[in-house]
C-alpha cells in the first residue's frame, strides 16, 4: 500500500478519537513511558511539542522536568534541517512555519548525545516501522544510526494511539525504525 494511503489512514484513525479518548490515552502512554528502562536512565532527552491529535507529551515533558532531565525540543531550522533546543517551564514558545510549537531559544544539542527521543508517529507496525507526516526530518536526522550493529544514542521511542497500528509498512531504503513504540495498550 502506498505511504500516503497509510499516512492518511493514521491520521484519520487518530482524529477519529473524541477528546475524552484521547486525554485518556495520552494520560495511560505518558505514564508507561515514565516507567521505561530507557526513560529512567536518560539524563538528556528530546520529546515532540504535540499538536491538537497528537499524543499530548506535556505530562512526559513536565515528568523529565522532575526528574531533572534536561529535555529538548526538535526545531526545523530554515534550511530544513532538525535540531533540537532545550526547553525548560519558562521557555517561550513560537508555531513554525509549518503550525508546530517550537522553543525560540535554548541550548542546544546534537542529535547523538540524547539519551532517548519520543518521537511523533502517524501510523506504525509490529515490526517498528514508522510514517511521520512526510517531511522525512527524523529519518535525515537520525541517519547515523542505520549503519549500526546493535542500537546506540539515542534510542527512538514511538508515542501512538492503538488505533494508529496498521498491518505491515514497507520501509524506505532511508527510513529508520523505532526503538520501541508505546501506545496506551501495551
Known amino acids: 500500500m502506498l ?17 475524552t479518548e484521547r486525554d485518556g490515552a495520552s494520560a495511560r502512554i505518558s505514564s508507561r513511558v515514565g516507567r521505561l528502562p530507557e526513560f529512567l536512565a ?16 506535556r505530562h512526559i515533558i513536565e515528568r523529565a522536568w522532575r526528574a531533572k532531565k534536561r ?10 534541517h532538525m535540531r533540537f533546543r532545550e526547553l525548560r517551564p519558562e521557555t ?6 509549518y503550525g508546530l510549537w517550537e522553543p525560540v531559544d535554548g541550548a542546544e544539542i ?16 509490529a515490526r517498528l516501522h514508522r510514517i511521520g507526516m512526510g517531511g522525512g526530518y527524523f529519518d535525515r536526522t537520525f541517519a547515523y544510526l542505520a549503519n549500526r550493529s546493535e542500537w546506540f544514542r539515542p534510542k527512538l521511542v ?20 523505532l526503538y520501541r513504540v508505546v501506545t496506551e495498550v501495551d
Open 3 to 19: 505511504m500516503q494511503t497509510l499516512r492518511k489512514r493514521g491520521i484519520s484513525a487518530r482524529s477519529k478519537m473524541t477528546d
Open 42 to 57: 536518560a539524563a538528556t532527552m528530546a520529546c515532540y511539542i504535540p499538536t491538537d491529535v497528537e499524543v499530548d507529551t
Open 71 to 80: 529535555i529538548f525540543a526538535p526545531v526545523i531550522d530554515f534550511h530544513g
Open 92 to 97: 517561550r514558545l513560537e508555531k513554525n512555519r
Open 110 to 125: 546534537e542529535a547523538s548525545k540524547l539519551d532517548i527521543v519520543i518521537t511523533p508517529v502517524v501510523a506504525f507496525d
Open 158 to 177: 514511538g508515542v501512538a494511539f492503538a488505533c494508529q497500528k496498521i498491518e505491515k509498512i514497507t520501509p524506505n531504503p532511508w527510513d529508520i525504525p
